[in-house]
C-alpha cells in the first residue's frame, strides 16, 4: 500500500527529444511506474529508446531496484499526440531558445491547463523560455546530469512568472521518481553544477592547450584522486575534512591565500583553434575510442552502482535517494 505522505507520481508524462539526456528521462520514468509518450523526428528515436531503457534496466537490477512494475512507452505521432494527456512533460530538445520557444507553442496547444512543462536547458534562464507562453507560471527548469536514470540530482529553477506551486509540484514529481531535487532559487545562467564543471573544463583546456597534461592524466587526477572524494562529499566538506580538528576556518587560514597565487586562468580559454580541436580529439580517441558509446555508457553505469550500492549501506550522499526509492518500491 503506498504511503499518503508520499510525493505524487504522475500516471502519465510526455518526453519531447529522445537523445541522450531525453531518452534517459523516458527510462527513469518508466521503470518508475509512468506511463510515457515520446516525441522526437528522428528515426532513430525508437532505437535510442529502447537501447538507453535497456542499460537502464542493466544499472537498476544491479542497483537492486525493482523493474517489474515498469510502466508504457511509445513514440508519438507529433508533439501535440504526446502531451494530450501528459500530467508532467519533459523537454529536452537542443540547446536553441528558438527551437525551444517553439516547441513549447506546439506543447501548450495540447497540453492540458494544469500540466508542468519542465525543461533540461543546461544553462538558458528559465525567464527567457517562458517568454511567449500563455501560461508561464507552469513552467520551469529541471535540469539533470547523465546518466538521468542513476544521477538523482535535479536543478529545479523558476523564471520570473514561474509560481511558488509550480517549483514545489515540479520537485514532489522529481521526488517520486526518486530524484533529489535542489532549488536553484537565484536565477542564474548555467545554474550551479554546470557553472562548477564550466570553471574545471576551462582550466582543463589551458593545460592541454600548453601541453601540461594530455586528456588522459587529467582525467587520471580527477578519477583516481579528488573524484572520489566529490563521489560522497562535496567541495566544502572535503575542505572542511582538509581543515584537520581544526575545522573549516584551519584550512582558509592555512589555504585561502592561496586564492591569490596565479595558478589558474580562470577568467580566459585558449582559442578552439583546429590545431587545438585536433589535438583534444586524438588524445580523446587514443584513451578510449577503442570502445563504442553504450560499452562506456555501461561502464560508467556499472561504476555509478557500485559507488551507490555503497554510499546508500553506509547512509550517506545519494545513497540516501536510493534508499527513500527502495522503500517508496516496497510500499507500493
Known amino acids: 500500500m503506498a504511503d499518503a505522505t508520499a510525493p505524487a507520481r504522475p500516471a502519465k508524462a510526455a518526453v519531447v527529444g529522445c537523445g541522450v539526456i531525453g531518452a534517459a528521462w523516458a527510462s527513469r520514468l518508466v521503470l518508475s511506474g509512468v506511463d510515457v509518450a515520446i516525441s522526437d523526428p ?12 535497456a542499460n537502464a534496466v542493466t544499472a537498476w537490477d544491479d542497483l537492486g531496484l525493482r523493474t517489474d512494475q515498469r ?19 519533459q523537454e529536452s530538445v537542443p540547446e536553441r531558445p528558438d527551437l525551444k520557444k517553439a516547441v513549447y507553442g506546439e506543447i ?36 539533470p546530469y547523465n546518466p538521468v536514470y542513476l544521477l538523482p540530482v535535479v536543478e529545479v529553477v523558476g523564471g520570473e512568472a514561474t509560481t511558488p506551486g509550480t517549483i514545489e509540484r515540479a520537485q514532489s514529481i522529481y521526488r ?38 594530455t586528456t588522459q592524466e587529467i582525467d587520471d587526477v580527477i578519477t583516481y584522486g579528488f573524484g572520489l572524494r566529490w563521489a560522497q562529499m562535496g567541495l566544502f566538506e572535503t575542505y572542511r575534512v582538509a581543515g584537520g580538528t581544526g575545522g573549516f576556518r584551519h584550512f582558509i587560514e592555512q589555504f585561502g591565500p592561496a586564492l591569490e597565487w596565479p595558478w589558474t586562468k580562470l577568467m580566459d580559454t585558449p582559442p578552439f583553434t583546429p590545431e587545438l580541436v585536433d589535438k583534444i ?26 559507488f551507490l550500492k555503497v554510499l546508500e549501506a553506509n547512509q550517506w550522499a545519494a545513497g540516501a535517494a536510493v534508499a527513500a526509492q527502495r522503500q517508496g518500491q516496497a510500499q507500493d
Open 42 to 53: 528522428s528515426p532513430q528515436a525508437e532505437a535510442i529508446m529502447n537501447e538507453v531503457l
Open 71 to 89: 510502466g508504457t512507452w511509445r513514440i508519438a505521432s507529433s508533439i501535440g499526440d504526446a502531451v494530450a494527456d501528459a500530467e508532467f512533460v
Open 108 to 143: 501548450e496547444t495540447a497540453l492540458a491547463g494544469d500540466a508542468v512543462i519542465a525543461s533540461s536547458t543546461s544553462g538558458i534562464k528559465p525567464t527567457e523560455l517562458q517568454a511567449d507562453l500563455a501560461h508561464p507560471e507552469r513552467f520551469v527548469v529541471g535540469h
Open 176 to 213: 517520486s521518481i526518486g530524484m533529489h531535487p535542489v532549488h536553484v532559487r537565484v536565477e542564474i545562467d548555467a545554474f550551479i553544477g554546470d557553472r562548477l564543471l564550466e570553471a574545471v573544463w576551462r582550466e582543463a583546456l589551458w593545460l592541454v592547450n600548453d601541453g601540461v597534461a
Open 281 to 306: 580529439v586524438e588524445q580523446s580517441d587514443a584513451q578510449s575510442g577503442h570502445l563504442d558509446v553504450r560499452e562506456l555508457e555501461r561502464i560508467r553505469d556499472r561504476n555509478v552502482v557500485g
